[in-house]
C-alpha cells in the first residue's frame, strides 16, 4: 500500500541563525579482486571530528581500495542537527577520491526531535539530509562519483544498488530506534506522519532487497551485500524485547526469504551497536529466527558490525574474490592518526 507523505511544517526549535546503470557483469569485470573500504558511526564528539580528515586521508591512500561506504550516523545522538555541521560532513564527504556509499542513519535525523538534538522534528531534518549528501541522485558521493540506480522516483534517492565485480550490492535505509518508530519527544505513540514515512521507506526497502537479489539471480553473481545502519541482531542487548523491534520484522523476514533462495553467501554490512562483530543472526539454530517469526531459515547470511562511536579505531577493509567460495574476506585496519 502507497502511503501519502504528510506535509513537514515544522523545523528545528531550538537552532538559531539508480537504473542509471547497475553496470552489467561484463562491462563491470576487471582485476580477479575488487577492494572497498566500510566505516560507519563516524565522526562521533569534537575529538573524531577533528580527526576524520585524517582517517579519510587514510582511505584515500590505501591502494587497493576503490570504493568507500559509511553505514550512517555521521554524528553522536546528542549532539545538535544544525544545518552548518551536515554541511562540514559534506565537505569531508567530498574529499574520498573514490566513489562514497552513504547509508543513512537514525542520529541525523531519526533521534533530533531529542532537546539535546536541537527539538528538531525528525523529517525536516530527514528532508535536509536528503538535500545535503544526495545531491546528484543517481550517483555516488566522492571525487570520482560512480553511477548506481537509486529509489529517486519514491522520494528515496539514498537506497541505491549496484554491481562491482560479480557481486550485487544494496545500500537500505534502515535505523536503529524501531527503524524511526520510537515514539518522539513527549509523545506515547508514533505521529500519523512518522508511521507514513516508516511504511513508505519500509516497502521501499523491501522492494529493493527484492530488486537486488532477482538481478543477482538473472545475472549469476556470486554473492550479494546488503549495506544499512541498524542492527536488527544487537548482540549486546540481553533480552530483547519485541516492542523495540517489530518495525525490523517483515524487513527481517525479506531478507530471510531472499537469502535462502540465493545459492551463494549473502553479507549483511551493519554498525549501530558500534563493536565489531560477525556472526550468523538467521541460521536455523539462531534465536534470532524465531523472535522475528522467521520461517526460511537463511544460513548462507553473515552479518558484520564495524567498530563505531568511541571504538571507532579501524575501517573494514573487504576484498571481492570470485574464485573464493565465500567471495568476501576482510580484516580491520586501525586508524594510524
Known amino acids: 500500500m502507497r502511503v501519502r507523505r504528510a506535509p513537514v511544517i515544522s523545523a528545528c526549535l531550538a537552532l538559531v541563525g539508480l537504473a542509471v546503470g547497475i553496470p552489467s557483469a561484463a562491462a563491470d569485470r576487471g582485476p580477479q579482486t575488487y577492494t572497498f573500504a566500510v566505516i560507519g558511526d563516524i565522526p562521533y564528539g569534537p575529538a573524531q571530528i577533528a580527526r576524520f580528515p585524517k582517517v579519510i586521508d587514510q582511505i584515500n591512500a590505501d591502494k587497493p581500495v576503490k570504493l568507500v561506504t559509511h553505514l550512517g550516523d555521521i554524528k553522536d545522538g546528542s549532539s545538535v542537527c544544525s544545518d552548518e555541521y551536515f554541511a562540514q560532513v559534506k565537505t569531508q564527504f567530498d574529499r574520498f577520491a573514490d566513489p562514497l556509499v552513504y547509508t543513512v542513519g537514525d542520529n541525523e535525523w531519526t533521534d533530533c526531535h531529542r532537546a539535546n538534538n536541537g527539538s528538531c522534528n525528525p523529517l525536516e531534518r530527514l528532508a535536509k539530509v536528503r538535500q545535503v549528501f544526495f545531491p546528484q541522485p543517481g550517483r555516488t558521493l566522492g571525487q570520482h562519483p560512480a553511477k548506481v540506480e537509486t529509489q529517486v522516483a519514491q522520494g528515496i534517492p539514498e537506497d541505491v544498488r549496484f554491481t562491482r565485480d560479480d557481486v550485487a550490492f544494496a545500500a537500505l535505509h534502515i535505523v536503529g ?14 505521529t500519523p506522519e512518522q508511521a ?40 549486546t542487548v540481553a533480552s530483547p524485547a519485541f516492542a523495540d523491534y517489530y518495525a525490523f520484522q517483515p524487513i527481517v523476514q525479506e531478507i530471510a526469504r531472499e537469502a535462502a533462495n540465493f545459492r551463494g553467501p549473502v553479507y549483511l554490512f551493519n554498525g549501530d551497536s558500534h563493536v565489531y562483530n560477525s556472526d550468523k543472526p538467521l541460521a536455523a539454530s539462531s534465536p534470532w529466527t524465531t523472535f522475528y517469526g522467521v520461517t526460511t531459515p537463511a544460513e548462507n547470511l553473515s552479518r558484520i558490525t564495524v567498530d563505531g562511536s568511541t571504538g571507532d579505531n579501524d575501517y573494514l577493509r573487504v576484498t571481492i574474490d570470485s574464485h573464493n567460495p565465500a567471495v568476501l574476506t576482510w580484516s580491520r585496519v586501525p586508524f594510524t592518526s
Do not use: Y
Not at 530506534?177 to 508514533?190: D, E, I, L, Y
Not at 513508505?200 to 530488486?211: K, L
Open 177 to 190: 530506534s524501531n527503524n524511526s518508530m520510537a515514539p518522539w519527544t513527549g509523545k506515547t505513540a508514533p
Open 196 to 235: 507514513a514515512e516508516v511504511l513508505n521507506r519500509t516497502s521501499a526497502v523491501m522492494q529493493s532487497i527484492h530488486d537486488t537479489f532477482a538481478q543477482a539471480r538473472d545475472e549469476h553473481n556470486k554473492a550479494v551485500v546488503l549495506l544499512t545502519q541498524a542492527d536488527m541482531f544487537d548482540p
